[in-house]
């Protein structure tokens, strides 16, 4: 198995087209682009060549360097473990938490007929008139900022009886099996270590918690 070092270096010259042709680079060159010293960079290339990912042709000026089928077998499985990494539904994120109690404000907007039309557009569902409030975790807090960065489906707010109702954005979730979603209103300054959820049915009472138990929210999975 190829270690962390040698695995860089074997991707710098790939980039550089190592797996299709002799590439002709310096151990400066190597060097510059790991950010690594040349005696370091030469050290590299020598255990590359030495455990058969790569073949070298040493000129007085520099070297001829072709990864060999062993090395681009090594860049595959490497390849292969980003793909199951990354790849859409290989995992999701999960959010842990403590419930607590909202201002009730959310029984008041899960109740206008616009929001409730969107969400069953949307969602595929209508909305139970209130949100379970949860507090989360430290260790969520980084989760959160990536879920943030996911396409969220945007909810258009609107005007009615002189009043403007502004935009939210939510996104699908799960809480043991009932399917959810996370609500964001648009407001600016909303608390990064609260979500809201809306589900179909009353959330508390289906889970059966009360204030400060704690609970799990599944994003993507």
Same mark, same amino acid.
């Given at each position: 198995?190829?270690?962390?070092?040698?695995?860089?270096?074997?991707?710098?010259?790939?980039?550089?087209?190592?797996?299709?042709?002799?590439? +002709?680079?310096?151990?400066?060159?190597?060097?510059?682009?790991?950010?690594?010293?040349?005696?370091?960079?030469?050290?590299?290339?020598?255990?590359?060549?030495?455990?058969?990912?790569?073949?070298?042709?040493?000129?007085?000026?520099?070297?001829?360097?072709?990864?060999?089928?062993?090395?681009?077998?090594?860049?595959?499985?490497?390849?292969?473990?980003?793909?199951?990494? +990354?790849?859409?539904?290989?995992?999701?994120?999960?959010?842990?938490?403590?419930?607590?109690?909202?201002?009730?404000?959310?029984?008041?907007?899960?109740?206008?007929?616009?929001?409730?039309?969107? +969400?069953?557009?949307?969602?595929? +569902?209508?909305?139970?008139?209130?949100?379970?409030?949860?507090?989360?975790?430290?260790?969520?807090?980084?989760?959160?900022?990536?879920?943030?960065?996911?396409?969220?489906?945007?909810?258009?707010?609107?005007?009615?009886?002189?009043?403007t109702f502004g935009d939210a954005r939510c996104i699908p979730c799960r809480m043991n099996n009932v399917s959810c979603a996370i609500v964001v209103p648009g407001r600016t300054h909303y608390p990064e270590d609260m979500i809201e959820v809306i589900a179909?049915?009353?959330?508390?009472?289906?889970?059966?918690?009360?204030?400060?138990?704690?609970?799990?929210?599944?994003?993507?999975?």
């Open positions: 198995m190829l270690v962390a070092e040698g695995l860089e270096c074997l991707k710098a010259i790939a980039i550089m087209g190592g797996c299709r042709r002799p590439v +002709f680079v310096s151990s400066q060159k190597i060097a510059e682009t790991l950010h690594t010293s040349p005696q370091t960079a030469s050290r590299r290339l020598k255990a590359l060549e030495s455990q058969a990912f790569i073949t070298r042709s040493l000129t007085p000026d520099g070297q001829h360097i072709s990864i060999t089928e062993k090395g681009e077998r090594e860049l595959r499985r490497e390849y292969a473990d980003y793909c199951r990494l +990354f790849a859409a539904g290989s995992g999701g994120y999960t959010l842990t938490g403590s419930v607590v109690s909202g201002l009730g404000e959310g029984k008041y907007y899960m109740s206008l007929e616009p929001y409730k039309a969107q +969400f069953f557009s949307h969602l595929g +569902f209508t909305p139970y008139p209130g949100t379970l409030n949860i507090r989360l975790s430290a260790s969520s807090l980084p989760v959160r900022k990536k879920i943030d960065a996911l396409e969220w489906t945007r909810i258009k707010g609107f005007s009615a009886d002189g009043r179909p049915v009353a959330l508390r009472r289906q889970l059966g918690v009360e204030d400060s138990d704690k609970v799990t929210v599944e994003v993507g999975s």
